[in-house]
């Protein structure tokens, strides 16, 4: 079984200053994905990283995949209150398995206050 | 209109009585999923479909079963509703992985159950 460890699972900070989430595995995955869940809506894809080394921007939030494909960061840049939400990575198995099984991580629930 | 629809948004229960949740999609995607999500343990797969005559459990499919009535519809049903299920249930649906093998999923926007 692969599982994807987040952290910190709570962080609740200021406008305005940065932060980073971590999503490690002792696990390879072919691809990882972040998603982000809003209070009653379901969880709505970020970005996908595929490359090991491979890093990704949408707008402050920077994404980066692990060299080796076991972990990834997100860093978001001077966090906005619309920040606010459950982050969510999500791994697919090295290809060759079972890609529709993403194993999920349990979340990094993020308070931006005003 | 959204493009995977969840129906109840809400609903509460008894234990004993029989429960099915609905999910629909526009997507077109062939592959349809539910999960469960509950506070401190994620997202767990119960069930997962890869087209109408393709059927697999998930990681905790015991106490749940499913029907794919048409490519677009994917329903839960709970038979006999105990309280352990209280939970967020969310349906999901993917199109076939690209060549990064990437598995994406479009979610709907849940349906909370309660069984008292």
């Known amino acids: 079984t692969q599982l994807l460890e987040q952290s910190p699972q709570f962080l609740s900070i200021q406008e305005g200053e940065n932060l980073t989430v971590y999503c490690n595995s002792s696990s390879v995955f072919s691809s990882l994905q972040w998603y982000r869940q809003e209070p009653g809506e379901g969880p709505v894809l970020l970005v996908t990283?595929?490359?090991?080394?491979e890093v990704k921007k949408l707008k402050r939030l920077t994404f980066q995949f692990g060299d080796a494909r076991k972990d990834s960061s997100l860093h978001i840049t001077a966090a906005q209150p619309g920040d606010t939400g459950l982050y969510l990575c999500a791994g697919a198995p090295v290809f060759g398995g079972s890609n529709y099984k993403l194993t999920f991580g349990k979340g990094t629930l993020l308070t931006v206050n005003p | 209109d959204a493009d995977v629809t969840q129906t109840p948004r809400n609903r509460i229960t008894k234990t004993g009585k029989r429960i099915m949740l609905e999910c629909s999609q526009t997507k077109g995607h062939d592959r349809m999923y539910w999960y469960r999500q509950d506070p401190g343990l994620g997202l767990r797969l119960i069930y997962y479909s890869f087209d109408v005559k393709d059927i697999n459990k998930g990681e905790i499919s015991d106490g749940y079963s499913v029907s794919r009535q048409a490519q677009a519809k994917f329903s839960l049903s709970l038979e006999s509703a105990i309280p352990n299920q209280t939970a967020l249930y969310f349906c999901?649906?993917?199109?076939?992985?690209?060549?990064?093998?990437?598995?994406?999923?479009?979610f709907g926007a849940g349906s909370r159950l309660t069984v008292l």
């Open positions: 990283v595929v490359t090991g080394g």
């Open positions: 999901a649906t993917s199109d076939h992985p690209g060549a990064s093998g990437a598995n994406v999923l479009t």
